[in-house]
């Protein structure tokens, strides 16, 4: 994830720490951070590919501060403005402060850029605490309309070991995606890479499609609800566990789309599958 912070006074320096523009492929332009964790990484995952590579800030998360800079870039940048993301240094939906910057971020995103969607980028691990599981529904069901971007990387256990090496079970998470798509709209979002030098194993393949296909039909019904896209993303940016994480070729990524594309449009469900190589 990226972060800022080098020049400036204290102040600017905490505010660019916390809320950052950047340019996002899957966005498809300029996205303004969120980052609730300025200080220290906290998710209960532990991806090969993680890109928060370790350091040390005395910065800590503030809401004024928070909403402060979110003005200022909003009112800076508002025209360019695709998106207001939750994401940084972690889980966001697990920050104490998650719920007060969701409610925060809504009212700026509606007074100043209100073309602009809310987005939650996320590992799903937050739906297991029911608290969160229904602040995150009714902010996706009605007005914010926040998005949920989720991260769904593996169909096995096994694989879940290598790509996200939690406690927390495959099983548990991949249930609480489906309850909880059962109800809003979700975007799934899977990195394929290598890790330990090979790639996801063709069982591997099979599941996550089962996986995925399960969610686009377990919501075929008219309501906005269910799998509304996936996206397949690849490593491309540095880590600091490489290289037990690595790319794949482009036409690896073009081929899992296209095979998990045949099996939705076989069953009649149209649903978006882009690559993010
Ligand atoms: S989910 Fe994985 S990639 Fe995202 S912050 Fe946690 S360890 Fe890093």
């Not at 300025?38 to 991806?47: A, H, L, M, N, W």
């Not at 296909?213 to 799998?227: I, M, Q, Y």
């Not at 993303?233 to 037990?244: C, H, S, T, V, W």
């Not at 081929?255 to 599958?273: C, D, Q, T, Y």
Request: positive net charge; aromatic residues 8%.
């Amino acid at each position: 994830m990226t972060r800022r912070g080098a020049g400036g006074n204290h102040r600017e320096r905490e505010e660019g720490a916390l809320v950052y523009p950047a340019y996002s492929r899957r966005s498809r332009g300029l996205s303004v951070g969120i980052n609730l964790f300025p200080d220290r990484k906290v998710c209960p995952f532990d991806c090969p590919y993680c890109e928060v590579f370790p350091f040390k800030t005395e910065i800590r998360f503030s809401p004024e501060s928070m909403k402060r800079a979110l003005r200022q870039i909003l009112v800076r940048e508002a025209a360019a403005v695709r998106d207001i993301c939750f994401s940084g240094n972690g889980e966001p939906t697990l920050s104490p402060w998650f719920p007060e910057a969701l409610e925060a971020a809504a009212r700026i995103r509606d007074e100043l850029v209100p073309q602009a969607d809310l987005v939650a980028i996320t590992s799903g691990t937050g739906l297991l605490d029911q608290g969160i599981f229904s602040l995150l529904r009714e902010a996706a069901g009605s007005p914010p309309a926040l998005k949920l971007w989720l991260k769904l990387d593996a169909g096995t256990e096994g694989w879940y070991r290598k790509i996200n090496r939690s406690k927390i079970p495959h099983r548990a998470i991949l249930g609480k995606i489906r309850e909880f798509a059962g109800e809003v709209p979700v975007i799934i979002q899977t990195m394929v890479c290598k890790v330990g030098g090979l790639p996801p194993p063709a069982e591997e393949a099979e599941a996550w499609e089962t996986a995925v296909l399960g969610l686009a039909l377990d919501n075929a019904g008219p309501e906005p609800r269910g799998l509304t896209g996936v996206q397949i993303y690849g490593k491309a940016r540095p880590a600091p566990r490489d290289p037990l994480a690595e790319a794949l070729d482009e036409p690896f990524l073009v081929s899992r789309a296209a095979s998990l594309k045949k099996k939705l449009e076989r069953s009649g469900r149209n649903i978006p599958v882009d690559i993010f190589p």
